[in-house]
């Protein structure tokens, strides 16, 4: 079977930092992406990891250790908008993406 | 671009009753995908397509069918709706890259409740 971990829900405020945890045990990995998707609207790419290290695209950042089966995605300078349900996702083959349960952001003024 | 395309955006039906979801993209991509979101449960995978033609087995088939007769299209079929597949249903594309796993692109959803 497939499982991917992460909390349900993290609270930070306007303009801190905060990190998502993502552990996983699957058949297969081929890398892991992170998704984020606002309340009522679709699941949008943030990054992709294939192997080990840190990933950087502005704000975020995601970090993998495959011999951990863990990642991380790291928002930094947080927003209002930031505030949406983010979920890790595992490629189990070539193109098959299984996803976790997701994280709840809430970020406050 | 339009992206990924899916119609209808809600529907109710009752038990019993059959309903077909399509997904349309305008990307030329050749894989496609369909989830089925609940929640506190992320997204799960139904079926999905590696190119026109085919079809494959995701996580949670069982009660759907797929067809894939043309690549822009990848339609999902309830033949006998139960309240278990109330939920959205997102369809998703992506490219072909070289090897290398490229991301997926998300229609808006459509949100089926079953009565």
């Known amino acids: 079977g497939q499982s991917l971990e992460q909390p349900s829900e993290v609270t930070a405020v306007e303009g801190a930092i905060v990190q998502i945890n993502c552990t996983y045990q699957?058949?297969?990995?081929?890398?892991l992406s992170w998704y984020q998707q606002h309340d009522g609207g679709a699941p949008t790419f943030l990054s992709y990891?294939?192997?080990?290290g840190l990933e950087e695209t502005g704000r975020f950042s995601s970090f993998l250790s495959r011999s951990d089966s863990y990642g991380y995605l790291l928002l930094q300078e947080l927003q209002m908008k930031d505030s949406a349900s983010y979920f890790c996702?595992?490629?189990?083959?070539?193109?098959?993406?299984?996803f976790g349960t997701g994280t709840r952001l809430l970020v406050s003024p | 671009n339009a992206g990924v395309t899916q119609t209808p955006k809600f529907r109710v039906l009752k038990t019993g009753q059959s309903m077909t979801l399509l997904c349309a993209q305008d990307?030329?991509?050749?894989?496609m995908y369909w989830y089925r979101q609940d929640p506190g449960m992320g997204l799960r995978l139904i079926h999905y397509?590696?190119?026109?033609?085919?079809?494959a087995k995701g996580e949670v088939p069982d009660g759907y069918n797929v067809s894939r007769l043309k690549k822009q299209n990848f339609l999902l079929g309830l033949e006998s709706a139960a309240p278990s597949q109330t939920s959205v249903y997102f369809c998703?594309?992506?490219?072909?890259?070289?090897?290398?796993?490229?991301?997926?692109?998300f229609g808006n959803g459509t949100r089926l409740t079953v009565t």
């Open positions: 998703a594309s992506s490219p072909i890259t070289g090897g290398r796993n490229s991301p997926l692109h």
């Open positions: 699957t058949s297969g990995f081929y890398g």
């Open positions: 990891n294939a192997l080990d």
């Open positions: 996702a595992v490629y189990t083959g070539f193109q098959k993406l299984v």
């Open positions: 990307m030329n991509h050749e894989y």
């Open positions: 397509s590696v190119g026109e033609g085919t079809t």
